[in-house]
């Protein structure tokens, strides 16, 4: 087994795409050429010279001419092939994380990441990190477009206190897609559970905040950022603006009776409120999109909306009318993905059909034509108030097409799976009309 792994392995090198190919077959010509060259010069030698008698058998003259061709064209072969395979195992080494051992492997798997499809993912939070983690094992080409208006935790207290956008989405978008040893992403998210005001902040956020004071950008802090844990893709803000997030509430009296609508500002304070949302909006609300997330919107194969909290996570990304408007404009496929379970204080009792109209209020309906919800509800839910299982009831005559699967987490059956989302996701990119 283990030889037929190794053979497995040595054959790798020959797929297509590695890249590998055209430089084995200039070495073998180079090779050769110099074979030739020292062929000729030791023919010269072998005429023109006398040697001892012991040369008869060292150079097996006792054996026939081809026979001896075919076994030093062997022999030398062979030692080619394990200085190749031992000289990639030592230069190749230093690059390979602890438990890889096949460096075709890592080499295949880089080239198909690298040819993989151009995906923009829309969000913020849990939701957008969770659908990170699982692209980034099928495609470098990724664009994460990520919510500015988050005003709670360590965040809001870094953006009150310093003027920097909210780092929490981006520190957790980077950790999503770092591709390094599982420690360092740790420190990343390492939160400080005392100490006079570093209490509740996460290292990321302090990491990025002082990386935009050093660069006097926030833009180079993310880029930067990115370096320093080798993420997969990169990272973009909706819009540099300092906007708030604003939810007009539906308003009632103590009989229950509607009233005027209720304003609530900040993203961190409108599940608190406990009422139905009817809308949200940005102040100010008109702001310039991200010109660089722009580009990746327009030059995408796939574009993917959530999962993610749907008032405070994706929405606030879609309320920059450049970025609707760059999305229609892109020949993308596009894709809303739906939580698995309502969100309390935000989607209270929502199927799948209160979602999109929900989106469809605020941004259109024929942004994302295509939706992808959960079928898989076996497992448990926690027994908290407000959240349940998203229903699958949607209008029979919805301008949209509704894809289902088995999405869920098993230990966590509330949250999507990075995995399945991704290969689901992957998929319809490769096959889907």
């Not at 709670?152 to 953006?159: C, I, P």
Request: glycine share 10%; proline share 6%.
């Amino acid at each position: 087994m283990k030889v037929r792994n190794r053979l497995r392995g040595a054959l790798r090198w020959l797929y297509p795409g590695m890249h590998v190919k055209r430089w084995l077959l200039l070495m073998v010509f180079g090779i050769t050429v110099t074979g030739l060259g020292v062929a000729y010069l030791l023919r010269e030698i072998y005429v023109s010279w006398t040697f001892p008698p012991v040369f008869y058998y060292l150079t097996l003259q006792f054996i026939g001419r081809e026979w001896r061709g075919l076994l030093f064209g062997l022999l030398g072969l062979g030692a080619i092939s394990v200085a190749i395979y031992q000289l990639n195992r030592s230069l190749l080494a230093a690059f390979l994380h602890p438990g890889q051992h096949d460096v075709a492997e890592v080499v295949y798997q880089h080239w198909q990441r690298d040819r993989g499809p151009k995906v923009v993912a829309i969000g913020g939070g849990t939701g957008l990190s969770t659908l990170l983690r699982g692209l980034k094992e099928h495609t470098d080409n990724i664009t994460a477009i990520v919510t500015v208006a988050d005003d709670g935790g360590s965040s809001g207290r870094l953006r009150r206190q310093l003027g920097v956008l909210p780092p929490g989405d981006f520190r957790n978008c980077i950790a999503a897609l770092a591709d390094v040893e599982s420690l360092m992403t740790q420190l990343f998210q390492y939160r400080f559970g005392e100490g006079e005001g570093l209490n509740g902040h996460s290292f990321g956020n302090l990491f990025i905040a002082a990386m935009a004071g050093v660069t006097g950008d926030f833009e180079r802090a993310l880029l930067e950022s990115s370096r320093v844990l080798a993420v997969r893709g990169q990272i973009l803000p909706s819009t540099l603006e300092n906007v708030t997030l604003v939810a007009e509430l539906q308003g009632e009296d103590a009989s229950g009776e509607s009233t005027e609508p209720q304003l609530v500002e900040g993203e961190s304070h409108i599940p608190e409120s406990g009422k139905p949302i009817e809308r949200v909006f940005l102040q100010p609300g008109s702001v310039p999109a991200y010109p660089g997330a722009l580009r990746a919107i327009l030059d995408a194969d796939l574009i993917v909306a959530g999962p993610g909290s749907l008032y405070t996570s994706i929405l606030p990304n879609l309320l920059v009318a450049d970025i609707v408007t760059a999305i229609r404009a892109s020949h993308a496929k596009k894709v809303y993905v739906c939580n698995l379970a309502t969100q309390r204080g935000e989607t209270d009792g929502y199927s799948v059909g209160d979602h999109v109209e929900a989106l469809h209020r605020h941004v259109g309906p024929d942004l994302f034509p295509n939706v992808l919800a959960n079928d898989d509800f076996s497992a448990p839910l926690p027994k908290v108030a407000g959240v349940e299982w998203v229903s699958l009831e949607y209008p029979s005559g919805a301008p949209y097409r509704v894809f289902t699967a088995d999405l869920a987490e098993p230990s966590r059956p509330w949250r999507h799976d990075s995995q399945k989302l991704a290969r689901w996701l992957m998929d319809f990119c490769e096959n889907a009309r």
